[in-house]
C-alpha cells in the first residue's frame, strides 16, 4: 500500500512519475566498529520530471525510522555528519538534520556512560512540497558529499 501511496503523492507533487517496480537495497558503507551500516531501500528508480520539465534519472532511499536506532554518536556522525541544531535536556539529546523540505530529529540518550539514538522522526519542513522519502534521499546524498566536523 506505501508504494502506491508514494506513486500517487510522487504524482500530484512532482508533475508525473513513473517507476520500473525495482527494489534494490542500498549501504551507506560498513561501520568503523564492524558493525553493519544502516540500509535502506531504494525505490522509484525510473523517470521523474524536474521542475525544468526535463527527465532525469531519480533514485529514492526510503526512509526508516528503525535506521539508526542503537547507534552511538561516533556511527551517525561518518554517516550525517554534524547535525544543524541539538538541543540537551537532562540525559537526553535531540540532534536535528535540516533539508529544504524536510527535518530529521534523532533522540539520543545517554545510560551510564554510553549515549544511544533511541528515536528517529523525519517530518515535513514545508507540507506538501516533496516526498519525504525523496527530500530524505537528497537529505543523505548532500551530507554524504559534506565533510564531518
Given at each position: ?5 508514494a506513486?500517487l ?12 517496480g525495482?527494489?534494490v537495497?542500498?549501504?551507506?558503507g560498513?561501520?568503523?566498529?564492524g558493525a553493519a551500516a544502516?540500509t ?5 528508480v ?6 525544468a520539465g526535463n527527465?532525469a534519472?531519480?533514485h529514492v532511499?526510503?526512509f ?8 552511538s554518536?561516533e556511527?551517525v556522525?561518518p554517516i550525517l555528519?554534524?547535525p544543524?541544531?541539538?538541543r540537551r ?11 529544504t523540505n524536510?527535518i ?6 545517554t545510560?551510564?556512560?554510553?549515549t ?10 514545508v ?7 525523496s527530500?530524505y534521499?537528497?537529505?543523505r546524498?548532500e551530507?554524504?558529499a559534506?565533510?564531518t566536523?
Open positions: 500500500m506505501r508504494p502506491l501511496l506513486a503523492i510522487c504524482i500530484a507533487f512532482a508533475g508525473g512519475c513513473q517507476t520500473t525495482k527494489t537495497a542500498a549501504s551507506a560498513a561501520a568503523s566498529d544502516p535502506g531501500t531504494v525505490t522509484g525510473g523517470e521523474a520530471r524536474n521542475p527527465a534519472a531519480m532511499v526510503r526508516n525510522s528503525d535506521e539508526f536506532m542503537g547507534y554518536p556511527r556522525l555528519g554534524a544543524d541544531f541539538v535536556d537532562g540525559s537526553a539529546q535531540i540532534w536535528q538534520y535540516r533539508a524536510c530529521l530529529d534523532l533522540f539520543l540518550y545510560s551510564g556512560s554510553e544511544h539514538v533511541k528515536h528517529a522522526e523525519l517530518r515535513p519542513r507540507p506538501g512540497a516533496e516526498p519525504l522519502d527530500c534521499s537528497r537529505m546524498q551530507r554524504r559534506q565533510p566536523g
